[in-house]
C-alpha cells in the first residue's frame, strides 16, 4: 500500500506546494517578529538610516510576544492543512499589512525592518488569495 493511499483511508490531507510555501512564509514572518521582540526588549538595536537605537518598551514586548504565539500557531497549523489557518492568516497578515503601513508612513524616517514586514505580509496577503490556495484548504 502506498503513502497516497494510506492517507486516502486514514482521512489526512496531503500538503500541497502552495500550503508549504505560505508556512515558510510565515516562518518568516516568525522570525521578524522574534527579532522586533528582541528589539523591544532592548536586546537588539533599531536601526534608523545610520543610527542603531536601543530602547526598552514593555508594551511592544507584550505585543511582539503575543504575535510571536500567533505566528507559530499559524505554521503549525498551515502543516497540518487546517482550514482554519487560511482565514487566520488571511486576517493576521492583513492587519499587519495595515499596522506597517501605518508606521511607515508615520515614520519621519524610513526603517528597513518595518518594510521588509511589509513585504512578508503583502506577499503572504496576496498568495492566500489565489485560488489555487483556497482549492488546497478546500475552500473553492
Known sequence: MTKAMARSQTGERSRPLGVTVLAGLAFVALVLAVVHLLQALGIVPYFIGQIAIRDFNLWYVLMWGL?????SWVVQALLNVDP????FLMIVSGFNLIFDFINMVAATTATTDLSLSFIVNLVIFGYTLLPSTKRAFALQ
Open 67 to 71: 504575535m510571536i504565539w500567533v505566528w
Open 84 to 87: 482554519s489557518a487560511w482565514l
